[in-house]
């Protein structure tokens, strides 16, 4: 599939297809992975940071493509690599050279941070139960209207459906500001 | 809605976009200025992120799932098998703690491990890492390759077998990936078939150049760095080939170890038991919390074992030391512990009465004691008892008896009993064994560990936490019910697992990621016997009690168990006297635990038991209180009415000593004391009185008029009290409401002063107005004072009222206390039967059933 269909699929919030036609790019990313230090399940974080980096810069800028996903991809995985094998060696042993500018490198070290911090409230709001968590997503991610949402979620009306998701949302907000 | 919902759709609606412009406008006017806002904003904005991300990853682990299938199909089509094993080694051997080096070109020396001048080319390729291990402590030692290597003290061995002291050369070469293999020259051929190899490595150990063995007791425990762990993989020996090349030979399979961690770091909750936590909003990270609330539904085992009749005929003094009946046994806790089959109790209690019963028969669920007391003679050792249980089928005895006999005989210690068993074949439940002077201080200490728990964060968590210790039994119903809860339970008990999740387990397989998996299954069996199997087996490998495990069950755990068994998950090293230990500790620590458990929900109900009853007495006392005011008014209101009646016909009131008396003089006669009863009549009825004297033609009239209160926002108060105080009564009175507002007839004869109560909480709300008078007074503002200035605010009123006012007070505010307090133990009872079925997955325990008109309730 083109690079330039799957930016569109993913502005359009098709996702799902977006993400397995970039898995493409896995093999690539695992051999480096393991070729450096690392485990399968290490290459499987990685390339899914990565997936989500990329689907932030597209969702949230003007992004331009100014090389192939595949390139874009392997790079940025390389890049969160060293970096996560950094901060478990405490040294820098392996060598990982770039092709970024130093300003995606800032880019990308911002993106590392964030993740970090999202790990956090993410852990936070898997804790909402299973029901908040449902509505939640289905609203916020999966943008269905309160209507279609109160009848997946079994309530009775639009209006019980749309308390309960500020309901949902206090308690979250509770134990975010704790973090 | 309420506020803070409202406050959150608001800031959503900015986040979104959906605010109109001059919305908009306020909102990021109010926004500059506000940090809080601000603060509030970015963390709902946070959540929003977080929710989507939390999305993307699900979509992105679906993708992962059918990207990894469509492989293995791919994988498939190649069909060919591939034979897998680890290549070698040449010795194992140790190597240690300091410095290594690696010769660029390898020396060899003349002989090899094998004392045989035979080198092959990858012994020639292969840079060796030379470690110097001191034989006298444990070494860890790592290679360049990333093998671990622990090599205890005292490893290796002399040509005769003795260990070797002083410094020992231990020499490592490795190649483990591909490249590393080819260069040096290794194939992976066994005989003609091609392994799949993990690595080769060689080991040798030198003293002064000389080849040394090592100790086969001790073995090097070695790991391998390696990205996936293929559970086939076998140890194969290399044989230097003539041609220089190496066979690999004589395959053993892996011993598989397990690898402790903190057990701290492990959840041996039962599965779905803190996703029930987070369901019903409750603090899934406050692990003391999590805590208390499970081990609460821990119970003392009564534990069924046969002996034989011989056993048991003698005189069991000696019994105390073995842990039957013993010497500082009271009553109660042995009487509640026998059951089972017939068989027959004697014991001598040491007290100074002079009793004798016997052949006091006990039957399941029953205690009928046939008091034959007779004396025999005064000493210290007078009561003997003769209990003959028979047939009991089921092992309990109900508290309620045990508690009867307790209280007759209170502070009889056992001194000695003897235990003769009537017919063949019998059981008996034994005590739950202590360790001797151990269970009554330990048990008190986790009693008091208990109480610590209290949460002092916010409300809520509070009204949970003292559930930790408590089985709620208010009603008698209540009780019935937990005796159930905690007696006759399927499943294991939270007491063994408090007793395994501790620091005690840690380096066993207790504490391993493996043995936590097994734990969700044990749980599915609500079999202790399965987590008795793996706790008392700490030195099996733990795929051998897998199998035992699954063949004590059936069904899905069995599968499950089987599963596991395929694994061939091995063992933790543990010695001996270490799990011997250890057995010991699990067999009674768990008693301990329970009984510690037992204790402080034994001592909650005793409080609660208490309050209940002091809450029972002071309604009684409320109930005569009120009747007395109101009867003390109307005396004294009669009186007033009465008098000025008189005064107003210009006849003299008739000298009578009080009100009770005229009431009955009005009963019995009439007449001329007409006036007695118009005046009666009109205060019963609080109408205005209009009487005219037929004799005179004079006029007697006492008006009532009505005075109605509102209060403002009066949904607010969870309790509202309105008072009115006439002058001229000693008491107060009370003012109900009718339809919306609080109405009452006021007596002309008298001026009134007004006051109002409300409580949100505990917190008091009060208004007071003076003189008021016939009229409506509309949103009465109630403002919030503290008990203090509550008092003080009474002080300008009679001393009698303001006494009658406190009262009312202090009353109102204890009933709002034990409100307070009942609703906690209900929804603590509420608590406890929604999690019981998480906890216990095979009993059938009925839920409460939700309100299904309020979908919220389901939250």
Known sequence: MEDNKIIELLKIGRQDKAFLNLYKNYPQVEKLILSKGGSKEDAKDVFQEALIIFYEKVRNTDFKLTAAIGTYLYSVSRFLWKDEFIKRKGQQTVDLSFEFTSEEEIELQKAIEREAKFKQIESVLTQLGDKCLRLLKLFYYEGLSMKIIASKVGLKSEKIAKNQKYKCLERAKLKVSEL | MRNELEHIEIIEKYLRNELSSEERKVFEEKLKTDVKLQKEVATQRDIITGIERLGIKQTIQVAHKKYKLGKAGFNLGLGAIVLVAITSVFLWYNANNSTSTISDESILPELNELGEKQWADADKLIPSQQFTINTAIDTVIETQGGIVMYIPKGSFLDDNGNTITGNVDFEVKEALNTAQIVMGGLSSMSGDKLLESGGMFYINARQDGKTVKINPEHGIYTEVPTDEVNPNMQLFEGKRMDNGSIDWINPTPLEKFLTPVDINSLNFYPLKYEPKLAELGLDVTNKKYKDSLYYSFAWEDKQKECFKVEDYEDDLTEGARKGFLGKNTNIESHVSQISCDEFEISFIIGMRTTQYFSQSRVEPFDIDINDNSGKIGKSDITLIGNFVVSNAVSSKIRNEHAEFFASEYKNVKLITQKIKVKSSGVCGLKLPVYPEGYEVVEAIDLAVWFEKEQLNSNDDATIYEVDTTSVSDLASEASAKAV???????????????????????????????????????????????????????????????????????????????????????????????????????????????????????????????????????????????????????????????????????????????????????????????????????????????????????????????????????????RLLVYILPDKLNSFMRVEKSNLSYTEKLNELMNHNLVCLGYIGEQAYFYSKDNVTPKEYKNVELLPLSQQELKQNLNRYDNMQRKSLLKDFDYQLFEIKEQKRQDKLIARQHLREEIMPVIFPCENIMTIVEDSVNADSAW
């Open chain 2, 484 to 718: 159930v809860e905690a007696e006759s339970v399927q499943g294991i008990n939270p007491a063994k697992i408090k007793t395994i999740w501790s620091k005690e387990f840690n380096n066993t397989l207790i504490a391993t990621r493996e043995f936590e998996e097994r734990l969700k299954t044990i749980f599915g069996t609500c079999n202790d016997k399965v987590l008795d199997l793996y706790i008392n087996n700490l030195n099996l490998d733990l795929y051998v009690i897998d199998s035992m495990a699954a063949n004590m069950s059936s069904g899905n755990s069995r599968n499950e168990f089987l599963k596991f068994a395929e694994r061939k998950d091995g063992k933790v090293q543990i010695d001996e006297r270490r799990m011997k230990k250890l057995q010991k500790h699990y067999a009674e620590k768990q008693k301990i635990i329970a009984a510690a458990i037992a204790k402080t929900k034994a001592k909650f109900d005793k409080e609660n038991k208490q309050l209940d009853e002091k809450a029972g007495k002071e309604r009684i006392k409320h109930t005569q209180d009120e009747v007395k005011r109101k009867v003390d008014n109307h005396t004294e209101e009669f009186n007033l009415n009465l008098t000025e009646a008189y005064r107003q016909l210009g006849k003299p009131k008739p000298d009578r000593l009080d009100a009770k008396a005229i009431y009955k003089l009005r009963l019995k006669t009439g007449g001329w004391k007409n006036v007695d009863a118009y005046v009666m009549e009109s205060l019963d009825n609080r109408e205005t009185l209009d009487y005219t004297d037929p004799q005179t033609g004079k006029k007697a009239v006492i008006k009532y008029e009505p005075i109605s209160i509102t209060i403002k926002d009066e949904t607010k108060f969870d």
